[in-house]
């Protein structure tokens, strides 16, 4: 099965800029997340759907960023304007909707905000 | 929020010896899980336990839980260069099912 697709891979902007990563589940999860990993760091989680409804936004500093979950499927996260503190992978993540199962990860997009 | 605290933060053992990798955590639990990531790429997931269980296998890996004192431990035996990477515990909650990581450990294996 094909795993779980994102893009861009490598993103360079430069502060108080907009960038967007898009990402594409495995075919069939209804539970998607949104993780920021700065380096060094575990990841954190921004956000979390469930089909096209968000589970959990409590970690999202809602002021720059945004996701949404068009029709259940796709999602891209927002962020706008950068800041330096941004630079960091961006990780998405999908899931069954049962419940004691494993969360498939993408290659991720790594930001860097000069 | 982190849920779960890994210890040591990282670790350099030879190859062939086994390295054990610790993991504490603050609330209730639903299951465990560890990741694995190499270097500049996404996580892997390498075994899940669920709250009932107290240890379980697969291959060269063993996890152990303890509900009682929030913690698990990953033992992997007889060690190879490949198994250099970071290791993180995850924990989902009981009353939701959001994936909590801890800080990781950076195991490095020397040959």
């Known amino acids: 099965e094909a795993g779980v697709a994102q893009s861009p891979r490598y993103k360079i902007i430069e502060k108080r800029q907009s960038v967007a990563f898009w990402c594409n589940p495995i075919s069939g999860h209804a539970t998607l997340y949104w993780y920021q990993q700065i380096l060094g760091q575990g990841p954190k989680l921004l956000i979390q759907?469930?089909?096209?409804?968000?589970?959990?936004d409590s970690q999202l500093p809602k002021d720059r960023f945004s996701a949404e979950r068009l029709k259940g499927v796709d999602s891209t996260l927002k962020i706008q304007p950068a800041k330096l503190e941004d630079s960091a992978v961006y990780l998405c993540?999908?899931?069954?909707?049962?419940?004691?199962?494993?969360?498939?990860f993408g290659q991720g997009t790594r930001l860097t905000v000069v | 929020s982190q849920q779960g605290e890994e210890d040591p933060q990282a670790l350099s053992i030879q190859e062939g010896e086994n390295a054990t990798m610790n993991c504490s955590y603050k609330t209730s639990i639903n299951n465990l899980q560890w990741y694995r990531q190499n270097s500049g790429r996404g996580l892997v997931h390498l075994i899940l336990?669920?709250?009932?269980?107290r240890e379980k296998h697969s291959g060269r890996l063993r996890v152990t839980l303890d509900t009682s004192k929030k913690s698990s431990s990953l033992l992997i035996t007889a060690s190879r260069a490949a198994d250099t990477a970071s290791y993180f515990c995850a924990t989902e909650g009981d009353r939701d099912d959001k994936i909590i990581f801890g800080k990781g450990t950076r195991l490095h294996i020397l040959p």
């Open positions: 993540a999908s899931r069954d909707h049962r419940g004691n199962t494993e969360a498939f």
């Open positions: 336990i669920r709250s009932n269980e």
């Open positions: 759907f469930q089909n096209n409804g968000v589970v959990d």
